[in-house]
């Protein structure tokens, strides 16, 4: 099946700093997805990004689908950006979401 | 608009117990599924639903079933509740576009569920 790996795993900045993190995934897929998961464990879609780049204010995303990776930028980082961000890869054969292990992200004040 | 509603928030089972996880959405949204998230994982898929009638199996689907009778409704059943089924599990609803690319993915806020 296919594999998705996140990293780093962990990830502790403070407030104003900017962050990358990366997704690879073993196979192709019909989409990928970026999720945030706040402190509170409400799941919210941040970005859907099969290729290219797409940008919401301080978060920007690019996926290089022929290299099987993509990358979430988040600049100026504020502290409600805490969290875990998810990777989730969508299988071509039937719309399951295949989910990374995820980025802890703490931003401190 | 409530979006996706999970009940309950939280549940205490004795082993082999059973139980209904309850999931409603009010988007009109045709595909529905089920995940549970452990602890330092990403979410795993249970089951999924494309729409009213139709339900499949994902990554983990051993010891729970569902069905689909409306498009609004997607209950999880616990058949026989085990300890390994402690998780957090989560419904979440979307639609269909295009070439077949799931949108609009919608949680809702989650069930806790331990098994003791």
């Known amino acids: 099946g296919i594999q998705v790996e996140q990293s780093p795993p962990d990830l502790i900045l403070q407030e104003g700093a900017n962050s990358t993190l990366r997704c690879n995934f073993s196979d192709s897929v019909n989409n990928l997805q970026w999720f945030h998961q706040n402190p509170w464990g409400q799941l919210i879609n941040l970005f859907y990004?099969?290729?290219?780049?797409k940008q919401n204010g301080r978060l920007s995303a690019t996926t290089v689908a022929t290299e099987r990776y993509s990358l979430l930028y988040i600049s100026s980082s504020q502290t409600t950006d805490s969290g875990v961000y998810f990777c989730?890869?969508?299988?071509?054969?039937?719309?399951?979401?295949?989910w990374g292990a995820g980025t802890k992200l703490i931003i401190k004040p | 608009n409530a979006g996706v509603t999970q009940t309950p928030k939280f549940q205490v089972l004795k082993t082999g117990q059973s139980m209904t996880l309850q999931c409603a959405q009010d988007?009109?949204?045709?595909?529905m599924s089920w995940y549970r998230q452990d602890p330092g994982m990403g979410l795993r898929l249970i089951h999924y639903s494309v729409g009213a009638g139709i339900t499949d199996q994902g990554e983990v689907p051993n010891g729970y079933n569902v069905s689909r009778s409306t498009t609004e409704d997607f209950p999880l059943r616990l058949l026989s509740a085990a300890p390994s089924q402690t998780s957090v599990y989560f419904c979440?609803?979307?639609?269909?576009?295009?070439?077949?690319?799931?949108?609009?993915?919608?949680f809702g806020s989650g069930t806790r569920l331990t098994v003791v």
């Open positions: 989730a890869v969508e299988r071509v054969s039937n719309y399951q979401l295949i």
């Open positions: 990004i099969p290729s290219g780049t």
């Open positions: 988007m009109n949204h045709e595909y």
């Open positions: 979440a609803s979307s639609y269909v576009e295009g070439r077949g690319t799931n949108y609009g993915y919608t």
